[in-house]
């Protein structure tokens, strides 16, 4: 028993799912403080400012991150040195970019964006990519040389010293500038954690070579494009949400509930991504075709129903799930999580088609599945949120004014707070339509490669996970 105890807690998925696991009942905790803690104007700033931070960080390691955790995996010690050197060498180049534009951006249209629900971001993103940069460096690393463990406890120092903050200041009640204070040190703290014990890789930096870095930007260029396409299929949302006059911040923080509900319930399949790409890949590099289209199957099949039963739990009970995330004031929001159980039913098998095209070296298909993804979701939340919007209102209005004897303006509130749900909902109904798009066009491209049998993928999924149960119900035996 303690031998099986032992193989568990060192499996590869194990330390991911855990990694995945903790790190979000984390954040969760901290989401959950902060709700309570913020006016739903000022929590819908935060949001914005987060959620357009990892947009950015997208495009600031999303040319490295997976091309690195793609060649790192099968390279020796010479080559990793140059990798991981060249690695940090482009990330600091991006980095300092980045964070130039985004200042002088701020000094040109300082009065426009103060008035806006934007002001949080350009004062503090630039601060916050420098202090984040080590730690996103040693995510990549660590990820490609199979350390989960020590991936565990980077990002459990990363977001406890901050979730620790967040309870003390239940008592300390300290404003939102604080909050972002505590923020930026514990990321600095973590990012400081990475570099001593080099981590990231930053004692390599003077390996970089020229061919380590066209090897990462070549494939990069791609992969870059597919994860800020990724990102924005969420970001876009919060994005549009806050342009909005009608939405705004308090549509952003309403949004922000059942979107984070769906955060948690993709934490196994962020896992098993994790722990699926590097063994893709070497597969994949080893021209075993074979091999990647049993773990394709196995993935992609195995997650899907695994998340069946939860999907249907959360779905049944949306309004307590959400009651105990945002308390009364954000119950209405519960039909946009049944909408997003739908959506999780369909992340698996479109998640792992997109790795699976990384990891046979289709980039390329890749990048163009996001962008006809990101294409529909931008194109269908701008008719929700500018179109549909005032039609849900003006409708909605007149059934208020005249189906009962509430005065006008007193119509219009109900009607204003009627629409502004319908139109969420809406929102969350693209979300469904564009991963289908993606998961059709995905599947052709993975089909070229590999010659595919979509039905193999439940089966496969099904049988695998039947003869992994009944080893261990053997060995505990």
Same mark, same amino acid.
């Given at each position: 028993?303690?031998?099986?105890?032992?193989?568990?807690?060192?499996?590869?998925?194990?330390?991911?799912? /855990?990694?995945?696991? =903790?790190? &979000?009942? @984390?954040? *969760?905790? !901290?989401?959950?403080? #902060?709700?309570?803690?913020?006016?739903?104007?000022?929590?819908?700033?935060?949001?914005?400012?987060?959620?357009?931070?990892?947009?950015?960080?997208?495009?600031?390691?999303?040319?490295?991150?997976?091309?690195?955790?793609?060649?790192?995996?099968?390279?020796?010690?010479?080559?990793?040195?140059?990798?991981?050197?060249?690695?940090?060498?482009?990330?600091?180049?991006?980095?300092?970019?980045?964070?130039?534009?985004?200042?002088?951006?701020?000094?040109?249209?300082?009065?426009?964006?103060?008035?806006?629900?934007?002001?949080?971001?350009?004062?503090?993103?630039?601060?916050?990519?420098?202090?984040?940069?080590?730690?996103?460096? /040693?995510?990549?690393? =660590?990820? &490609?040389? @199979?350390? *989960?463990? !020590?991936?565990?406890? #980077?990002?459990?120092?990363?977001?406890?010293?901050?979730?620790?903050?967040?309870?003390?200041?239940?008592?300390?009640?300290?404003?939102?500038?604080?909050?972002?204070?505590?923020?930026?040190?514990?990321?600095?703290?973590?990012?400081?954690?990475?570099?001593?014990?080099?981590?990231?890789?930053?004692?390599?930096?003077?390996?970089?070579?020229?061919?380590?870095?066209?090897?990462?930007?070549?494939?990069?260029?791609?992969?870059?494009?597919?994860?800020?396409?990724?990102?924005?299929?969420?970001?876009?949302?919060?994005?549009?949400?806050?342009?909005?006059?009608?939405?705004?911040?308090?549509?952003?923080?309403?949004?922000?509930?059942?979107?984070?509900?769906?955060?948690?319930?993709?934490?196994?399949?962020?896992?098993?991504?994790?722990?699926?790409?590097?063994?893709?890949?070497?597969?994949?590099?080893?021209?075993?075709?074979?091999?990647?289209?049993?773990?394709?199957?196995?993935?992609?099949?195995?997650?899907?129903?695994?998340?069946?039963?939860?999907?249907?739990?959360?779905?049944?009970?949306?309004?307590?799930?959400?009651?105990?995330?945002?308390?009364?004031?954000?119950?209405?929001?519960?039909?946009?999580?049944?909408?997003?159980?739908?959506?999780?039913?369909?992340?698996?098998?479109?998640?792992?088609?997109?790795?699976?095209?990384?990891?046979?070296?289709?980039?390329?298909?890749?990048?163009?599945?996001?962008?006809?993804?990101?294409?529909?979701?931008?194109?269908?939340?701008?008719?929700?949120?500018?179109?549909?919007?005032?039609?849900?209102?003006?409708?909605?209005?007149?059934?208020?004014?005249?189906?009962?004897?509430?005065?006008?303006?007193?119509?219009?509130?109900?009607?204003?707070?009627?629409?502004?749900?319908?139109?969420?909902?809406?929102?969350?109904?693209?979300?469904?339509?564009?991963?289908?798009?993606?998961?059709?066009?995905?599947?052709?491209?993975?089909?070229?490669?590999?010659?595919?049998?979509?039905?193999?993928?439940?089966?496969?999924?099904?049988?695998?996970?039947?003869?992994?149960?009944?080893?261990?119900?053997?060995?505990?035996?």
């Amino acid at each position: 028993m303690n031998g099986l105890f032992k193989k568990i807690i060192t499996n590869h998925n194990f330390l991911s799912l /855990a990694n995945n696991g =903790l790190v &979000a009942v @984390f954040g *969760f905790v !901290s989401f959950v403080m #902060l709700v309570r803690m913020l006016p739903q104007e000022v929590f819908g700033e935060w949001v914005l400012f987060i959620t357009m931070g990892n947009f950015i960080d997208m495009f600031r390691f999303g040319i490295t991150r997976t091309a690195l955790t793609r060649f790192l995996s099968s390279a020796d010690e010479k080559e990793a040195k140059s990798l991981m050197g060249s690695n940090n060498l482009i990330n600091l180049i991006s980095t300092v970019g980045i964070a130039i534009v985004i200042f002088v951006i701020y000094l040109i249209f300082k009065d426009s964006i103060k008035d806006s629900g934007f002001a949080m971001f350009f004062i503090w993103y630039p601060l916050y990519s420098f202090l984040s940069l080590p730690f996103n460096n /040693a995510q990549a690393v =660590l990820q &490609a040389q @199979f350390r *989960f463990d !020590s991936m565990l406890w #980077l990002r459990m120092v990363n977001v406890g010293i901050f979730m620790l903050f967040l309870a003390a200041n239940f008592f300390l009640k300290i404003g939102i500038q604080g909050i972002l204070i505590a923020y930026m040190v514990s990321t600095f703290i973590s990012s400081a954690m990475a570099s001593l014990l080099n981590w990231d890789g930053i004692r390599y930096m003077f390996n970089a070579t020229r061919a380590a870095s066209k090897t990462i930007l070549d494939f990069g260029k791609y992969t870059t494009g597919t994860l800020i396409g990724s990102n924005m299929l969420r970001s876009a949302d919060a994005f549009i949400i806050g342009l909005s006059p009608f939405l705004g911040t308090t549509g952003v923080a309403l949004y922000s509930i059942p979107l984070k509900l769906t955060e948690i319930i993709e934490i196994p399949l962020r896992s098993f991504a994790a722990t699926a790409f590097p063994a893709l890949s070497k597969a994949s590099i080893d021209n075993d075709n074979e091999k990647v289209r049993y773990l394709f199957y196995l993935n992609a099949g195995g997650t899907t129903l695994l998340l069946i039963p939860v999907m249907i739990f959360c779905f049944i009970f949306a309004e307590q799930i959400v009651f105990i995330l945002g308390g009364s004031d954000y119950l209405i929001t519960a039909n946009i999580f049944r909408m997003f159980c739908v959506y999780g039913l369909f992340l698996p098998l479109d998640r792992f088609i997109g790795v699976t095209l990384d990891s046979v070296n289709r980039p390329k298909q890749n990048f163009i599945k996001v962008i006809y993804m990101a294409t529909s979701n931008i194109v269908g939340d701008l008719i929700a949120v500018f179109g549909f919007s005032g039609i849900i209102l003006g409708f909605s209005w007149g059934i208020f004014v005249f189906g009962s004897e509430v005065a006008p303006a007193v119509a219009y509130d109900m009607a204003h707070a009627f629409a502004m749900i319908k139109t969420l909902e809406l929102v969350a109904f693209v979300s469904i339509l564009f991963t289908i798009i993606g998961i059709v066009v995905g599947y052709k491209f993975l089909n070229e490669t590999l010659d595919l049998r979509f039905r193999d993928i439940l089966r496969v999924g099904y049988s695998s996970g039947i003869l992994i149960a009944k080893q261990i119900l053997l060995k505990r035996h």
